[in-house]
DNA sequence: TTTT
DNA sequence: TTTT
């Protein structure tokens, strides 16, 4: 039967998104997102932050590359992916992504303008609330 | 700023829950969560299944060793957490787990009943929609 | 700038879904759906159920025309919409609604069959986790 | 059998929030909460505003009086609520809320603070992530 | 490596 | 009635 697996993050981009294309020019796009929760430990203010991998496909991968940044308070809707790999020394490694499905630019109109888009109206209705229409997704 | 940090699960466990106590005597429940997908590839049906790493404290901890149990179907709410740790060979790994919040059970009736419980209206309150009031974890 | 409308639900048909078709042929099903929370109240255990109107579109209506009934369990995942509209006596009332974007089908695999689908077999990959991909609602 | 009935919502106050007390002296915090959407419309951007009325309880409600006012973007997580009450005129109607269960503030760090807060180190733990801790709500 |  |  089917499940759900289904990840919900606002935070904000540790770095500029990294795009690759495979072959067959399909686009990936992956950066890393800060959650950050802050609570009270023994009366003083305790500060935790968690790192999440955050992997883009096709067409929400161009439009990441077009509007996010490092910095930028974004909300993320994917699914968990954990996938194996192996390290230069060979040896076997995991890694747990977050495989957006879409995601929502948060913050001040400001925050949605880039170094290479126009300062005027340059939002458009993909930069928030863009949704991955491609379910085809090779895994 | 604060943000969010939040996953929703429906999955079977694949494991009986392992129930540990640390020095202190807080408890600290384990179990692989399996979620299911089913999609068409080339016109045949594919199942791909990804295994989570839960992770329950506490209170909750103590729910889920009395009521869940292998091959039952969950819903668990809670948040990621990558943690690192020496495997045995001293090499640096990283693991990344789902933290339960809460979680409620799903299914037949009879799917709450446990060998250790009684099988009329042994089913309380706390055992589906538990939530954890210990928001104090130590991470 | 956008926010964020998202509901989760997972509950129980309080009847068939009822499909309409709006002129353009565009299908529309609707059917209301239970949440039950159990609590303690004074030592007793008491249940509270939450009716929900569940409405759906296009080829999501059609999916759940075929494979939802009366008393299945269903994760239903969606926004939240409120409508004003007049009743018979010309009263102007408001109703919420969730406009359903995807729902995947828990429970048993016998769940799944329905009176009209084979025995055998009959589930597809579109019965659990059908996503819709009509974004262009007309709403 | 028990269910799932959330609603996550990220999005704009319309009205400061309006506190009541209870007799008893139960805090009762309630305001209108605007989360709007952008599409595309035969070319033309089109902005979809949706109203949702959120009710907060207890000491979920002192934090909202303190911190939350008109105009500041917020996430919200709670369950949908729908009740009957009787208008001026006798006639029965429906309203559907959401319960929030608990809220985080977003957005820059001046709009965290409010007239009658310091304007140094005003924001504490609880302006951002405030989890209700009363599950014994009367409803 | 983000943000407050 | 919010925000962009």
Redesign the pocket.
């Known amino acids: 039967m089917s499940g759900i697996n289904k990840v919900i993050l606002v935070?904000?981009?540790?770095?500029d998104p990294e795009i690759r294309h495979l072959e067959g020019g399909v686009a990936v796009a992956s950066?890393?997102l800060?959650?950050?929760e802050?609570f009270n430990k023994d009366g003083r203010k305790v500060?935790q932050?968690e790192?999440h991998n955050i992997v883009m496909w096709r067409g929400l991968a161009d439009v990441a590359a077009k509007y996010l940044q490092?910095?930028?308070?974004v909300y993320i809707e994917g699914k968990l992916r954990t996938r194996s790999f192996e390290d230069k020394e060979g040896i076997k490694k995991y890694t747990t992504e977050v495989v957006a499905e879409n995601f929502t630019m948060l913050?001040?109109?400001?925050?949605?303008e880039t170094e290479g888009a126009p300062r005027n109206g340059a939002?458009t209705a993909e930069t928030d609330g863009y949704r991955n229409d491609a379910d085809d997704l090779p895994f």
């Open positions: 935070g904000h981009l540790g770095k950066f890393p800060a959650t950050s802050t500060e932050t790192w490092k910095g930028k308070l913050g001040r109109k400001t925050d949605f939002r």
